[in-house]
């Protein structure tokens, strides 16, 4: 199969929200192209489709649209020089019921074996704090048109994501865990307030007041790199704009620039991801996200994913453990969830696995290993719940093993001055703040 016609794999699976659940979903939806394409390189050596996500340019590609919430360095300035307050915009952004906008993506670069990378997404997107949101989803074909289109549903109510993909006549629906579907219903816009909040969290300045899309706004800018903590990448870059209505204080246009280099031979990726043409406090009704499937598309059936709870994370990592000998790098990348790390491992575990799926056709392996391993994705589906709960969370897989009985493998905020942990030995306890800066310092800090 062609890199380009694999983009409608991944693209079917994503909720395409501009938001922290964007970032879940691409991260879960996209790591076994990635570690595929592992194969179809040189043994040194990641796509939005099966193009970018069997490249290394993933990890970055991922991170253009992350919307992770800095942990470190919270800046409460109320003000700039015009008097608009990013807290007041915030707030506002909250109350609103419904409104829509659009965003483009761009991913570019080279890939590990030096060949160009070019990608181009957009989305049209109606978000309802009472219905849930809809998303019209294109991946553009380089060579002009459209490679892809996609439908795609979340809707809290019916504890559901629907995704809806015309051209294979397919549709699937995922059900959804109760705290997922609860949490949505909470998040009250957070898509984009999630990006005002990160903003807020960073270091930034004024632009002062211009016309953006025949608006006068005024602009807010960050270069700190903390804006994207995680991945690992060298040399990152990052280039944040956003322009408010001086009028409504609601946000008009949002711009991010990033790039770093992605390989030790210093090769850069680099994407831009644009938020615009936003319609605040628009009219919805019920019917708009009541999905059209006519009657002759084929339902496929989505694994139920893990509900983002202590004790399924609990399980991924052991899972993940027994699998391989120890426990993932990083607690919010999937792609060290696929079955292409485990096949050759050496543990019992796996070898049960590995003769478990033995004269399985392919498609009889795939669903196989989807629901054998399902529970690694309670790692990072966690993770993220915790960083969008601002818990400052922080994780040391890296370093802690199976066998370190007493460090600290993961570890988060639960009142001002306690924190949960999970320790090596899958054992989890509280302790204050105090107790947990001495047993930090028997670990070599890593915060993914």
Request: proline letters at 5%; glycine letters at 6%; one cysteine or more.
């Given at each position: 199969m062609?890199?380009?016609?694999?983009?409608?794999?991944i693209?079917?699976?994503?909720?395409?929200?501009?938001?922290?659940?964007?970032?879940?979903?691409?991260?879960?939806?996209t790591s076994?192209?990635?570690?595929?394409?592992?194969?179809?390189?040189?043994?040194?050596?990641?796509?939005?489709?099966?193009?970018?996500?069997?490249?290394p340019?993933?990890?970055?590609?991922?991170?253009?649209?992350?919307?992770?919430a800095?942990?470190?360095?919270?800046?409460?300035w109320?003000t700039?020089?015009?008097?608009?307050?990013l807290?007041?915009?915030?707030a506002?952004?909250e109350?609103v019921k419904?409104?829509?906008?659009?965003?483009i993506?761009?991913?570019?670069?080279?890939?590990a074996?030096?060949?160009?990378?070019?990608?181009?997404?957009r989305?049209?997107?109606?978000?309802?704090?009472?219905h849930?949101?809809?998303?019209?989803?294109?991946?553009?074909d380089?060579?002009?048109?459209?490679?892809?289109?996609t439908?795609v549903y979340r809707?809290?109510?019916?504890?559901?994501?629907?995704?809806?993909?015309?051209?294979?006549?397919?549709?699937e629906r995922?059900?959804?865990d109760?705290?997922?579907?609860?949490?949505?219903?909470?998040?009250?816009?957070?898509?984009?307030?999630?990006?005002?909040?990160k903003?807020?969290?960073?270091?930034?300045?004024s632009l002062?007041?211009s016309?953006?899309?025949?608006?006068?706004?005024?602009g807010?800018?960050?270069?700190?790199?903390?804006?994207?903590?995680?991945?690992?990448?060298?040399?990152?870059?990052?280039?944040?704009?956003?322009?408010?209505?001086?009028k409504?204080?609601?946000?008009?246009?949002?711009?991010?620039v990033t790039s770093a280099?992605?390989?030790?031979?210093?090769?850069?990726?680099n994407q831009?991801?644009?938020?615009y043409?936003?319609?605040?406090?628009?009219?919805?009704?019920a019917s708009?996200?009541?999905?059209?499937?006519?009657d002759?598309?084929?339902?496929?059936?989505a694994?139920?994913?893990?509900?983002?709870?202590?004790?399924n994370a609990?399980?991924?990592?052991?899972?993940?453990?027994?699998l391989?000998?120890?426990?993932?790098?990083?607690?919010?990348?999937?792609?060290?969830?696929q079955?292409?790390l485990?096949?050759?491992?050496e543990?019992?575990?796996a070898?049960?696995?590995q003769?478990?799926?033995?004269?399985?056709?392919?498609?009889?392996k795939?669903?196989?290993?989807r629901?054998?391993l399902?529970?690694?994705?309670?790692?990072?589906?966690?993770?993220?719940?915790?960083v969008?709960?601002a818990?400052?969370p922080?994780?040391y897989?890296?370093?802690?093993?199976?066998?370190?009985?007493d460090?600290?493998?993961?570890?988060?905020k639960?009142?001002?001055?306690e924190?949960?942990i999970?320790?090596g030995?899958?054992?989890?306890?509280?302790?204050?703040a105090e107790?947990?800066?001495?047993?930090?310092?028997?670990?070599?800090?890593?915060?993914?």
């Amino acid at each position: 199969m062609k890199p380009a016609d694999k983009i409608e794999n991944i693209v079917k699976k994503m909720s395409f929200k501009a938001g922290p659940e964007m970032d879940k979903d691409l991260w879960a939806e996209t790591s076994k192209a990635q570690n595929e394409f592992r194969k179809t390189l040189a043994p040194s050596q990641h796509n939005i489709g099966r193009i970018i996500m069997k490249s290394p340019l993933i990890k970055i590609a991922i991170a253009a649209v992350v919307i992770i919430a800095c942990v470190i360095g919270l800046s409460l300035w109320r003000t700039t020089g015009s008097g608009i307050a990013l807290a007041d915009v915030l707030a506002r952004v909250e109350n609103v019921k419904a409104f829509r906008y659009k965003w483009i993506l761009k991913i570019y670069g080279d890939e590990a074996a030096g060949k160009p990378v070019n990608v181009e997404m957009r989305a049209a997107v109606l978000e309802s704090q009472e219905h849930g949101s809809k998303s019209s989803v294109e991946v553009l074909d380089p060579n002009g048109g459209v490679r892809t289109s996609t439908e795609v549903y979340r809707l809290p109510q019916k504890k559901a994501i629907i995704r809806i993909t015309p051209k294979q006549k397919k549709y699937e629906r995922e059900e959804i865990d109760d705290a997922i579907a609860e949490q949505w219903q909470k998040q009250n816009n957070m898509d984009t307030g999630a990006l005002v909040k990160k903003i807020m969290k960073c270091k930034y300045e004024s632009l002062g007041r211009s016309i953006v899309d025949g608006v006068e706004s005024e602009g807010f800018r960050t270069t700190d790199p903390n804006y994207k903590r995680g991945g690992g990448f060298k040399n990152l870059q990052v280039d944040v704009k956003m322009w408010v209505d001086v009028k409504t204080q609601l946000p008009v246009r949002y711009e991010e620039v990033t790039s770093a280099d992605f390989d030790r031979n210093g090769n850069r990726m680099n994407q831009q991801f644009v938020i615009y043409g936003y319609q605040w406090d628009v009219p919805v009704d019920a019917s708009a996200f009541a999905p059209v499937i006519p009657d002759d598309y084929t339902l496929v059936t989505a694994p139920k994913k893990p509900a983002p709870t202590e004790e399924n994370a609990i399980k991924g990592l052991k899972l993940y453990a027994d699998l391989s000998g120890h426990y993932p790098k990083h607690a919010n990348w999937t792609s060290e969830y696929q079955w292409s790390l485990f096949e050759k491992s050496e543990t019992s575990a796996a070898k049960r696995l590995q003769e478990d799926i033995k004269g399985l056709t392919e498609e009889e392996k795939a669903n196989k290993l989807r629901d054998a391993l399902l529970p690694l994705h309670g790692i990072g589906i966690f993770y993220a719940s915790l960083v969008r709960n601002a818990k400052e969370p922080a994780y040391y897989g890296e370093t802690v093993t199976p066998k370190d009985a007493d460090k600290v493998l993961m570890r988060w905020k639960v009142s001002d001055n306690e924190y949960r942990i999970i320790f090596g030995d899958m054992h989890a306890e509280t302790v204050t703040a105090e107790k947990l800066t001495e047993l930090e310092k028997l670990i070599s800090k890593f915060t993914p």
